[in-house]
């Protein structure tokens, strides 16, 4: 590498760090004041839990910093250089456009690989353990958050039953309505009418036109664990109630292990919106409501390139549709191309126009990478849903473009 190669190799890296470390603090902050109670929570509690929950979105900020970074450093360096006639000079040395621009490349390259380092296996891990700690959080902090917000969503279980392993011989079933089957009927209010309701419950299975996809927990008041006037309203899909367990006081607590809230209720009633059920009793056993996953839960953006391959390697010998892996697998390979192909860009523009100002040339980095990434993650995102727009192989479009563009410039100015 000549003196002048690496003149330019330091220039575009020193400016690509610089702006690095400033998006990457402005995605860093936006992203910590979306979970800010998370943050004060675990500051509170220790330094470390606050300094791990702050480390696990580093990765996350990688992503998309880096990219930013190094092509507003690039149209930074090489647009003062054009303005500064600098490239022209070595030109009349006898370099080539391709042999300058060769550092800013090899930085590309290696940029790449860092992303493909970080959106494969380093950010799906470090997303899903921020995901588990700030659940565990919550729930070993419920009441707290309870007391404060008054008002608490749970997502259910794909059932709104508990139901052990297919074919499991020990396999149960458990719904709301079902857990109060076995209440005796002498502690209910009335005793003939609970009695009526439990035989209708009995002979009632779990209907999935009026499954439970998640619960509303509020509370009015509540000191030393124990709420005042507790509500559980059971909610489909489409928001509607399905039923509301009202209690005058009660406790709650969480079962990590099972991925169940359990409720113990004082003097409580029941019903069903359906008008199938109401059921009234002063003292229960605790009653579970099933939460989707628990903090045991992986989605396929927490899923390493490995595992991604594993799963859909599955899915495939069980017969079963394997889109949605396909479509994480390329989204995540297409963005950690984004260094080569903003810098395949940026060379050739920030040649052609020259232009000495910092915020120019910074506001045109930001556009034209608001630009890629809208095209990449937004618009296939909108078409996840729709296979048969092949938004799997749609993410590679922007690379295609950006890369092709650049190419075209690059040549234009040989």
Not at 149 to 174: I, Y
């Amino acid at each position: 590498m000549t003196l002048l190669q690496r003149y330019v190799l330091r220039y575009v890296l020193v400016s690509s760090v610089i702006v690095f470390s400033l998006f990457g603090f402005v995605l860093f902050y936006g992203n910590a004041t979306r979970h800010d109670e998370y943050f004060l929570k675990a500051l509170f509690l220790s330094a470390d839990s606050f300094f791990l929950l702050s480390g696990l979105l580093i990765p996350y900020v990688l992503s998309y910093a880096v990219p930013l970074g190094f092509m507003a450093g690039i149209l930074l360096s090489l647009g003062r250089m054009s303005a500064d006639r600098e490239i022209v000079a070595m030109k009349a040395c006898g370099l080539s456009l391709t042999r300058i621009a060769a550092p800013v490349f090899l930085l590309a390259l290696l940029a790449t690989g860092l992303c493909l380092l970080v959106n494969l296996q380093w950010a799906p891990q470090a997303n899903a353990a921020f995901e588990q700690n700030k659940e565990r959080l919550f729930f070993q902090n419920l009441d707290e958050f309870l007391s404060a917000e008054k008002q608490l969503e749970f997502v259910a279980a794909e059932q709104n039953f508990l139901k052990g392993e297919e074919g499991d011989p020990s396999a149960t079933e458990l719904n709301p309505a079902e857990s109060f089957a076995n209440l005796p009927h002498e502690t209910a209010f009335n005793g003939l009418q609970a009695k009526r309701d439990r035989e209708a419950l009995e002979t009632t299975g779990p209907s999935h036109e009026n499954e439970v996809s998640r619960y509303v927990l509020s509370v009015d008041s509540g000191e030393n664990g124990v709420w005042r006037n507790l509500r559980v309203w059971f909610m489909n899909a489409e928001s509607e109630p399905l039923a509301l367990l009202f209690a005058e006081s009660g406790t709650i607590r969480f079962d990590e292990a099972e991925g169940v809230l359990w409720l113990s209720l004082k003097t409580a009633n029941y019903q069903q919106f359906d008008g199938s059920s109401f059921l009234a009793f002063r003292d229960h056993d605790p009653i579970p409501l099933q939460l989707k996953g628990g903090v045991r839960s992986r989605s396929l953006k927490h899923k390493t390139i490995r595992e991604l391959l594993d799963h859909r390697k599955e899915l495939k010998a069980k017969g079963e549709d394997s889109f949605q892996a396909d479509f994480h697998i390329h989204k995540s390979c297409a963005l950690a191309f984004a260094p080569l192909s903003l810098g395949f860009l940026a060379v050739p523009l920030a040649i052609r126009v020259g232009r000495r100002e910092t915020m120019f040339n910074a506001g045109l980095a930001l556009s034209l990478a608001l630009v890629y990434f809208f095209f990449l993650t937004i618009v296939p995102e909108w078409l996840e849903n729709v296979p048969q727009a092949r938004p799997d192989l749609l993410v590679w479009a922007p690379n295609i473009l950006f890369q092709g563009i650049g190419l075209a410039l690059f040549r234009s100015l040989e």
